[in-house]
């Protein structure tokens, strides 16, 4: 069953930890995206890659890394300089116009 | 990059009557324009889109509207109902980016 998995669904950190969002996608997309969603802000852009081994910054990169070194993964890490890291994590990748979305990822940091 | 503006970011609208948000868009350049709904807990999933080279599209209950000139383009839902209430994004993606507006939250009442 083709899709985007996303993983952990839930996670707690305590200040001053790094933490890495995972996205797999078996749809073999090239495009993929990782947005960060807040209450009353809609889908902010963190990170996007159009092809394996090349990524670009998005509107609010600072504090956030991300790798491509496979077509169907693009983890986000969450680093200790992101001062406002509690958020909803989105991955999604795209195919033409589309943005398909994996179910997100909860941080919360303690 | 590109601006999109949405309003208005909450809705309250009896069952039955219609909904209309709005969308203004900054970069000349987007040509393509979609709609996502995200009901509460999920992903958010394509429900619309329409392109430049029409003014209006519709599918049963929806509708998208485009006016190129003035650079905006609006959702309409029909005879709403409960299971409309959600929250709805739209996007005007330029080059690889994909840019969404802040969000509307529709409550359908019953």
């Not at chain 1, 200040?15 to 993929?32: F, I, K, P, R, W």
């Not at chain 2, 909450?10 to 350049?29: H, N, P, R």
Request: net charge neutral; glycine share 8%; charged share 20%.
């Amino acid at each position: 069953d083709g899709g985007i998995t996303q993983s952990p669904k839930y996670l707690f950190r305590k200040e001053g930890q790094n933490v890495t969002l995972s996205c797999e996608q078996n749809l073999n997309h090239d495009a993929m995206y990782w947005y960060r969603q807040d209450p009353g802000q809609g889908l902010r852009l963190i990170y996007y890659s159009q092809i394996v081994n090349d990524f670009q910054k998005g509107d609010i990169a600072e504090g956030y890394s991300v790798s491509r070194e496979k077509k169907e993964s693009f983890p986000l890490t969450v680093t200790s300089a992101q001062k406002n890291p509690t958020a909803f994590y989105l991955c999604a990748c795209r195919l033409g116009g589309e943005l398909f979305f994996g179910e997100g990822s909860r941080l919360t940091v303690l | 990059g590109e601006n999109v503006e949405q309003h208005p970011s909450t809705l309250s609208v009896q069952e039955g009557d219609s909904a209309v948000i709005k969308c203004t868009y900054s970069d000349s350049a987007s040509n393509y324009f979609p709609w996502y709904k995200q009901e509460l807990g999920k992903r958010p999933q394509l429900i619309i889109d329409i392109r430049s080279n029409v003014g209006e599209k519709k599918d049963q209950r929806i509708a998208v509207t485009l006016n190129k000139t003035a650079k905006h383009f609006s959702l309409h839902i029909t005879e709403t109902q409960p299971e409309d209430s959600a929250v709805y994004f739209c996007a005007a993606p330029v080059a690889r980016q994909f840019y969404f507006g802040t969000g509307t939250s529709l409550t359908v009442i019953p």
